[in-house]
């Protein structure tokens, strides 16, 4: 039998988010020798965004692999398939749980659970929390990192799984992620049922889209009582600098919203009105579609670090993951005869999958922000219901 290629080898990811917590959690049941490091100071240290839907193919599969489908199961939410969409004098166009009966056609799971059940699947000790990855140094055949808090460790192989922002691309590629022109702006409603009941009862524990203007507004429930909202519009790239907005200041963010989206109903401007904590400006960005980078010897990247996306597609959690399933098959299959000919047909699989995903979401991105996105999200998901029916 061949070798499994991480045996005696130091496995080091930098980011615990889920690509880096399921790559972890896939290569340690497999015996290898694997640390995460963590920029955030520990597990609480900050509140987790909305619901992600997981895909059989990929994000569940991924779990499969990891033997954490039962935990999967205790802690997803059937009702969060619930789906409608609204324009924007929030006025119901479609309205239907899009998760059939057992909510378990793309069932959504809330991200800190989703977190939880990965970390809580991993050996004590394995993530190291409040270690911001800073730089790294190549040492004959092993890597250096370094840490903002001046630690240092030795890795024989390492993998950037730290987001969108990532401080280990540079490292890998000259690629940067190119800004997509829509602009994300975030903000949370805690008790939503007590604060702003009607829009609770609007939701119904599921997701609203709402779409005008060439405008979106997605409102998503989360378990713990709260719900997440986003913006999405076109601003240019310095917008979060150059608007001179205080994103503390409720009252300043309600009135941009008064503004950019003047005409959308009051159940919109009461989000902004109830939000709790400051609002979070998220310029969206995308890697260049069709292009890679020469394979490292022992370095690479999963997840948004790689092929950080719009979230129109509701796809980047669910790539991060699959990178995590295929990378860790290609270092345990026993078919590569070494690591950086293992990292090499990882990488091949995932630019070739992300050149058609990130081509999708960019699609969605455009189309969702055009003057006929309501008509065309309506009919998609029509037509979907009604080949469900048919079927
Ligand atoms: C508003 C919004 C909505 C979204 N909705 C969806 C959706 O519905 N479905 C979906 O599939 N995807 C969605 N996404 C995308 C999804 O969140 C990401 O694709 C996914 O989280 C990527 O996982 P990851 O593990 O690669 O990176 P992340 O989740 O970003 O995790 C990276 C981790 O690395 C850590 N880190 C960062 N820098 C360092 C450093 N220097 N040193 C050490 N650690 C570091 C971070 O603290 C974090 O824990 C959405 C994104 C946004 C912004």
């Known amino acids: ?51 992600l839907d997981l895909h059989h193919e990929s994000g569940l599969a991924a779990l ?16 969060a398939g619930y789906m409608r969409i609204l324009d924007k004098a929030a006025k119901i166009q479609f309205d239907e749980n899009i998760n059939g009966d057992d909510g378990f056609n793309r069932p959504e799971i809330d991200r800190g659970p989703l977190n939880t059940i990965l970390l809580e699947s991993l050996a004590p000790g394995t993530v190291v929390w409040d270690q911001q990855f800073s730089s790294l140094a190549h040492e004959g055949n092993r890597i250096r990192l370094m840490f903002k808090n ?63 203007d060439s405008k979106t507004l997605v409102v998503s429930s989360k378990g713990d009582g709260s719900l997440v909202f986003y913006t999405g519009s076109s601003l240019p790239e310095n917008w979060p600098r150059e608007s001179g907005l205080n994103f503390s200041d409720k009252e300043e963010v309600t009135a941009w919203f008064k503004t950019e989206f003047a005409g959308w109903g ?95 979401t960019l699609e969605n991105t455009r189309w969702m922000h055009s003057p006929e996105a309501l008509s065309i999200m309506v009919d998609f998901f029509s037509q979907a219901k009604k080949h469900q029916g048919s079927a």
């Open 1 to 51: 039998m061949t070798p499994q290629l991480t045996a005696n080898k130091k496995i080091a990811i930098i980011g615990g988010g889920p690509g880096g917590l399921t790559l972890a959690k896939l290569l340690q049941m497999n015996g290898a020798d694997v640390t995460v490091y963590e920029r955030d100071e520990h597990k609480d240290a900050r509140s987790q965004g909305a619901t």
């Open 64 to 79: 499969q692999a990891a033997g954490l489908m039962d935990a999967f199961k205790a802690n997803y939410r059937p009702e």
């Open 150 to 212: 001046g630690t240092a460790v030795h890795a024989d192989l390492v993998i950037g799984a730290d987001g969108a922002n990532s401080k280990v691309r540079p490292y890998i590629t000259d690629l940067r992620p190119v800004y997509s022109g829509n602009m994300v702006l975030e903000g949370t409603v805690y008790d939503s049922a007590n604060i702003i009941p009607k829009t609770h009862e609007l939701l119904n524990g599921g997701k609203i889209f709402a779409l005008g």
């Open 266 to 360: 009051d159940t919109w401007l009461e989000l902004f009105e109830n939000a709790s904590g400051p609002f979070i400006p998220r310029p969206q960005y995308c890697m260049p579609l069709d292009k890679s980078w020469p394979t490292l010897p022992n370095l690479t990247l999963v997840g948004d670090a790689a092929h950080v996306m719009p979230p129109y597609a509701g796809e980047g959690v669910n790539m991060a993951m699959l990178d995590a399933l295929e990378l860790s098959q290609c270092l345990l299959n026993g078919a590569f005869k070494d690591i950086p000919t293992a990292l090499a047909a990882y990488e091949k699989q995932m630019h070739e999958r992300f050149a058609e995903v990130g081509k999708e």
